[in-house]
T-cell receptor
Framework: EAEVAQSPRYKITEKSQAVAFWCDPI?????LYWYRQILGQGPELLVQ??????VDDSQLPKDRFSAERLKGVDSTLKIQPAELGDSAMYLC???WGPGMNTEAFFGQGTRLTVV | GQQVMQIPQYQHVQEGEDFTTYCNSS?????IQWYKQRPGGHPVFLIQ?????EVKKQKRLTFQFGEAKKNSSLHITATQTTDVGTYFC???????????FGQGTTLQVKP
C-alpha cells in the first residue's frame, strides 16, 4: 500500500541551528500539507500546497520557517533558526486534491526536539 | 480565521459504555472528515461526510453532519478497549479549501 514517506523520524537540534524535514507524498497526490502537532493538541496547518503552488501559509512563521515543493512532488520544510518552542511533531499529509474532497494520508511524522 | 472546536477534550468510560464527541466550525464547511490517532501514531482517516444532515455508520461508530454544515458528531456504541485513542474532526472550508483540524477528544476505556 502506498504511503507518505517522511524523514528523519527523529531530530534533536540545538536552538539557533537550522533543521530541515523531507516529505514524499503518495504518487499522484496533488495536495500536500505540513502540520505541526504539539503533544495533546490537534494538528495545526502550517502550509498547504496544490501541486507546486502554495494554497495557504497563513499560519507559517515566515521569519524562520520556509516550505517548498519545487516540482510538485516531494517537499521540504525548513526552520532557521530553531527555537525551543518549535519542539513538536511535524506531520506531512497528502491527498488527491481539491474538487475530489478525499482523505488525507499522513506520514509517520518527524519528532523535533530543540535543546 | 477558520476555527474547528471539539468537545470534550477527554473522556474516560467503562468498557461497554457509549461515547460521543462533538465538533463545531466557525465557518460553513464543504465537508467534514474524522480521523483517529492512536498513542504514538499518526492520524488515520475514518470517514468523510459531505451532505447536509448526512448520517453514516461504521459498525459501532455513527457519524453525523449538521444541517447547516457547521457541526458534526461521532458516537461510539458499547466502547471497547480497541477504541482508545484521540478522535479528530477536520473540516474543509467552503471558502478557502484548507483542511483544519479540531483539538481532538481523547478517549480512555477502562476494561
Amino acid at each position: 500500500e502506498a504511503e507518505v514517506a517522511q524523514s528523519p523520524r527523529y531530530k534533536i537540534t540545538e536552538k539557533s541551528q537550522a533543521v530541515a524535514f523531507w516529505c514524499d507524498p503518495i504518487s499522484g497526490h496533488a495536495t500536500l500539507y505540513w502540520y505541526r502537532q504539539i503533544l495533546g493538541q490537534g494538528p495545526e496547518l502550517l502550509v498547504q500546497f496544490q501541486d507546486e503552488s502554495v494554497v495557504d501559509d497563513s499560519q507559517l512563521p515566515k521569519d524562520r520557517f520556509s516550505a517548498e515543493r519545487l516540482k510538485g512532488v516531494d517537499s521540504t520544510l525548513k526552520i532557521q533558526p530553531a527555537e525551543l518552542g518549535d519542539s513538536a511533531m511535524y506531520l506531512c499529509a497528502s491527498s488527491w486534491g481539491p474538487g475530489m474532497n478525499t482523505e488525507a494520508f499522513f506520514g509517520q511524522g518527524t519528532r523535533l526536539t530543540v535543546v | 480565521g477558520q476555527q474547528v472546536m471539539q468537545i470534550p477534550q477527554y473522556q474516560h468510560v467503562q468498557e461497554g459504555e457509549d461515547f460521543t464527541t462533538y465538533c463545531n466550525s466557525s465557518t460553513t464547511l464543504s465537508n467534514i472528515q474524522w480521523y483517529k490517532q492512536r498513542p504514538g501514531g499518526h492520524p488515520v482517516f475514518l470517514i468523510q461526510l459531505v451532505k447536509s444532515g448526512e448520517v453514516k455508520k461504521q459498525k459501532r461508530l455513527t457519524f453525523q453532519f449538521g444541517e447547516a454544515k457547521k457541526n458534526s458528531s461521532l458516537h461510539i456504541t458499547a466502547t471497547q478497549t480497541t477504541d482508545v485513542g484521540t478522535y479528530f474532526c477536520a473540516g474543509i472550508s467552503s471558502n478557502t479549501g484548507k483542511l483544519i483540524f479540531g483539538q481532538g477528544t481523547t478517549l480512555q476505556v477502562k476494561p
